[in-house]
Nanobody
Framework: QVQLVESGGGLVQAGDSLRLSCLASGRTFSVLPTMGWFRQAPGKEREFVAE???????DYADSVKGRFTISRDNAKNTVYLQLNSLKPEDTAVYFCAAHRSGSKQVPAAWRYWGQGTQVTVSS
């Protein structure tokens, strides 16, 4: 079993930056092959944001490409999401996910989830 706990969300202004963290426990983090981030805005479906696989390949949603960066620190059992040049439309609850089998954009393809951290961007 794997437990994921996100942190780092908050209220910021447009153009600001945040770094979200996702601490994994319950299983050796280094063997989790794929880590990802999703977000869900009020009244909307959960959407894919970014993925980092075991080979350090990354993939991003078009809406965040060039602004967000996913990374991991195996020694700290943590995956990060750096959010730069934030926009009001980035406002959402951000979720960490682990261990995918299936399409990365499909939430049901991911086995483990955190509880989410709120990011609010004011204009």
């Amino acid at each position: 079993q794997v437990q994921l706990v996100e942190s780092g969300g908050g209220l910021v202004q447009a153009g600001d930056s945040l770094r979200l963290s996702c601490l994994a426990s319950g299983r050796t983090f280094s063997v989790l092959p794929t880590m990802g981030w999703f977000r869900q805005a009020p009244g909307k479906e959960r959407e894919f944001v970014a993925e980092l696989d075991w080979s350090a390949n990354t993939d991003y949603a078009d809406s965040v490409k060039g602004r967000f960066t996913i990374s991991r620190d195996n020694a700290k059992n943590t995956v990060y999401l750096q959010l730069n040049s934030l926009k009001p439309e980035d406002t959402a609850v951000y979720f960490c996910a682990a261990h995918r089998s299936g399409s990365k954009q499909v939430p049901a393809a991911w086995r483990y989830w955190g509880q989410g951290t709120q990011v609010t961007v004011s204009s």
